[in-house]
């Protein structure tokens, strides 16, 4: 079907007199007023299917912002006017039927290798009644059709080497091909790029194009010779649309308004620096504002925008007449096959980081090892209570903090694939966290089991299985909530180090405050004393010396005078320090195992809220 023949049977996306709009604050402050502001005015295009647009613009100008609207997106704010999308009024579920949304930066797991991680999407987004040959058929041939073969078996690789930053980019895109989408959505799809790296890319898109789909994609600073790959082109500029139409007009469109592209430029660099207002000063501004307002003005008295609203009118009515949405080609797999894929997934990404495994796997062991060096083997004389003391303080800080730098090497870039996947409408924030939980439910198990095992008997602690048990069963909540913590602010700080930062500050904070091992809980203010109550540390102490000192003999050394012995048993020691810890035991227990469990659901409130709001 030609695109022309295509357009008139709806087989395109058009929008007419879009405008979207925020209300921002100009200050943090909670007292600054909120104001209206516009950010895209009136804005018109068609693109019909087999075609590609091009959303040209400097900075700021609103090109991410159109496609988000256009791709149904929910960035906040108001946005009116009319989308269709191949012969329907477009919705947030047709668009998640129909259309794939490549972001600007490449989320992928960088362990998976290329047919891993499409055939993963495969899974999660094809309909389970199909074969899995059936989906790696369709992975090969979207493999086939972005030009990856030579790298289908290479790992896509991150920060560690991989895949070149092109044959990422066409990973990303690959992932949105997998459902075969008419409509394909692509912010930036050559940033970061080289410029021959960029071209092929746009290559790839418009041949993507010519199978009947329809592309539309912002881009910056093309070289002219991309500019002849594009078929509709559309300039923005502070929200305006200057020009909206085919790419081959442009010129001609330019030079009728007496925009002649001197010899040797690059058009679109000549036309952007034509449109884009100069802030630099109240001067530069009038001046380029009142060239944009005249610019703006030119098109929609131009024949290229009347044509464009004649075949706007036309699609509208199509839109309108038609009773029936479009045929959904999604089939989203159960809860169970689901989980089972994305633990699946991240377990393979995870066994392929052999620093990231070794580290999660040896950090608490290593930690053992250095505390054993630090206090050696306990004895059961009297002084012996405060390396006894010392060692149940690190023990029960340590697990928190390698849990927390756990989740700070290994939650990141699966939150980030995560916040793409979960806005494709695959899966939700709960299917996420159990899958991070289950996948690393045995790293977590081993790591403990390494350090209790070492710690507790080469140290030398009360020698009992039961309360080895009790001791290790401790020591894996406490690792498991510091993880939690991390994705906790992990969840709510975009940033690594802000959220290592506010994690270390509450675990150090709740150690030091209710731990009782550095000052005695009953000696600290009382409101502090009460604070106590909501943190993990103080229930843990109360079981460590509960399960160490309980039934503890403590020999008074022949060199010290009896009154130098203050405990002559675990017990003395017990009441004074943590009275009730021993009555509270069992209770303690749950409360930890509570405690670390529930703040294991809390960053799933998080993650929706902060997933709801990215761009
Ligand atoms: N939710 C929002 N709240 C406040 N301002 C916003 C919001 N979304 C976009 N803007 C503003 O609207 C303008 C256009 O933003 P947009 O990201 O669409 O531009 P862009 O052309 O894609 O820029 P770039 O090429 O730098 O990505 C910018 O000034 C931006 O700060």
Redesign the pocket.
């Known amino acids: 079907m030609s695109a022309a023949a295509a357009a008139a049977e709806g087989h395109c996306l058009a929008f007419r007199n879009v405008s979207y709009s ?1 209300q ?1 604050k100009h200050s943090r402050s909670p007292f600054a007023p909120v104001v209206h ?1 516009d ?1 895209l005015m009136h804005s018109h295009g068609l693109v019909e299917a087999g075609q590609t647009m091009a959303i040209l ?10 496609l988000d609207v256009l791709a149904c997106r929910n ?3 108001t946005v009116t006017g009319d989308i269709y999308l191949n012969g329907a009024r477009v919705t947030s579920e047709l668009i998640q039927d129909v259309a794939g949304y490549v972001m600007q930066d490449d989320r992928l797991l960088p362990n998976l290798t290329v047919t891993e991680t499409l055939f993963y999407i495969a899974a999660l987004k094809l309909p389970s009644s199909m074969t899995d040959a059936d989906k790696m058929e369709r992975v090969n041939s979207v493999i086939a059709e972005l030009g990856l073969r030579h790298v289908a078996g290479n790992r896509v690789g991150g920060n560690t080497r991989g895949l070149s930053g092109g044959e990422r980019r066409r990973v990303s895109i690959g992932v949105q091909m997998i459902l075969d989408p008419s409509v394909l959505f692509l912010d ?1 799809p050559t940033s970061g790029l080289d410029a021959f790296t960029a071209t092929a890319i746009v290559k790839t898109l418009s041949q993507l194009a010519r199978r009947n789909r329809t592309v539309i994609f ?1 881009i ?1 600073q093309p070289r002219s010779d991309i500019c002849q790959l594009f078929d509709q082109v559309m300039l ?1 500029s502070k ?1 305006y649309t200057v020009y909206t139409g085919s790419a081959q007009n442009m010129l001609p469109y330019f030079s009728t308004l007496g925009f002649e592209c001197p010899e040797y430029s690059n058009p679109l660099d000549y036309f952007l620096d034509t449109i884009t207002v100069d802030d630099r000063s109240q001067q530069t501004f009038d001046i380029s504002f009142a060239i944009l307002q005249s610019l703006v003005g030119c098109y929609e008295r131009s024949a290229t925008y009347t044509e464009l609203q004649t075949k706007l009118g036309q699609v509208a009515q199509i839109a309108e007449a038609a009773t029936q949405r479009q045929v959904l080609n999604r089939a989203s797999e159960s809860c169970l096959p689901q989980l089972n894929t994305l633990t699946g997934r991240a377990t393979v990404n995870l066994r392929r980081d052999a620093d990231g495994l070794n580290a999660r796997l040896t950090q608490q062991l290593l930690f053992g090892v250095l505390i054993f060096i630090f206090v050696f083997r306990l004895k059961t004389d009297q002084p012996s209570v405060q390396n006894r003391t010392g060692f149940l303080y690190e023990a029960i800080s340590g697990p928190v903090f390698i849990g927390m730098l756990n989740a700070m090497a290994l939650f990141p870039t699966q939150r980030d694939v995560f916040y793409r996947e979960s806005r494709d409408g695959l899966y939700g924030a709960s299917a996420f966290l159990l899958s991070y939980t289950l996948h690393a439910l045995w790293t977590d198990v081993t790591a403990i089991l390494l350090f209790s095992g070492f710690s507790y008997w080469a140290v030398g602690l009360y020698s009992s299985f039961a309360r080895f048990c009790i001791f290790t069963t401790v020591m894996y909540f406490l690792q498991l909530f510091g993880e939690s913590l991390g994705l906790l602010t992990l969840s709510f700080f975009y940033e690594t180090t802000v959220a290592n930062q506010a994690a270390s500050l509450i675990i150090s904070a709740s150690a030091l405050v209710a731990s009782g091992f550095l000052r005695s809980t009953q000696s600290i203010p009382v409101f502090l004393q009460y604070m106590g109550y909501a943190t993990l540390h103080k229930y843990a102490s109360e079981v460590m010396v509960a399960n160490e000192y309980q039934g503890l003999q403590l020999e008074c050394p022949a060199n010290l005078p009896p009154s130098a012995c203050e405990y002559q048993n675990g017990e003395q020691y017990i009441d004074e320090m943590f009275p009730g810890a021993v009555e509270h035991l069992w209770r303690n227990i749950g409360i930890i195992a509570g405690f670390a469990t529930a703040l294991r659901i809390l960053p799933y409130f998080f993650l929706k809220f902060v997933q709801r709001s990215l761009r």
Do not use: A, C, D, F
Request: charged content about 15%.
């Open positions: 925020v921002v502001k950010i613009g400097s900075s700021g100008s609103g090109k991410t912002s159109l960035i906040g704010g930036e912002t910056h923005m929200g």
